[in-house]
């Protein structure tokens, strides 16, 4: 089964910067693409970006355009999620996600496209 681990989260200040790491093991990791969504309290899960297999390709939604940058290390089994000028809307729990679908990546938004998920870190952003 595989297993992605989050973590970078944390309290930051409105303005501030947060990098957040996920590492995915017992899978190839080049062989996913990688997506990370964000869910507050009382919200449905959302997508904020997305990375191609090479990481040659990413898509962002439009709340995180210019202000985040996903990242991969296929060397490191890792994709990161650089977050910057972070507003208190922000707040949320952080997912990690792979997912084996083909396509365009815009195309791959949903969580249902995901097939395995991480725990969530939690980014708390005060204003």
Same mark, same amino acid.
């Given at each position: 089964?595989?297993?992605?681990?989050?973590?970078?989260?944390? +309290?930051?200040?409105?303005?501030?910067? +947060?990098? &957040?790491?996920?590492?995915?093991?017992?899978? !190839?990791?080049?062989?996913?693409?990688?997506?990370?969504? #964000?869910?507050?309290?009382?919200?449905? #899960? *959302?997508?904020?970006?997305?990375?191609?297999?090479?990481?040659?390709? =990413?898509?962002?939604?439009?709340?995180?355009?210019?202000?985040? =940058?996903?990242? #991969?290390?296929?060397?490191?089994?890792?994709?990161? &999620?650089?977050?910057?000028? &972070?507003?208190? *809307?922000?707040?949320?729990?952080?997912?990690?996600?792979?997912?084996?679908?083909?396509?365009?990546?815009? !195309?791959? =938004? #949903?969580?249902?496209?995901?097939?395995?998920?991480?725990?969530?870190?939690?980014? =708390?952003?005060?204003?």
């Amino acid at each position: 089964q595989a297993q992605l681990v989050e973590s970078g989260g944390g +309290l930051v200040q409105a303005g501030g910067s +947060l990098r &957040l790491s996920c590492a995915l093991s017992r899978l !190839t990791f080049s062989s996913y693409a990688m997506g990370w969504f #964000r869910q507050a309290p009382g919200k449905e #899960r *959302e997508f904020v970006a997305v990375i191609s297999r090479s990481g040659s390709n =990413t898509y962002y939604a439009d709340s995180a355009k210019g202000r985040f =940058t996903i990242s #991969r290390d296929n060397a490191k089994n890792t994709v990161y &999620l650089q977050m910057n000028s &972070l507003k208190p *809307e922000d707040t949320a729990v952080y997912y990690c996600a792979a997912t084996s679908a083909v396509g365009p990546i815009a !195309t791959m =938004t #949903r969580p249902s496209w995901y097939d395995y998920w991480g725990q969530g870190t939690q980014v =708390t952003v005060s204003s």
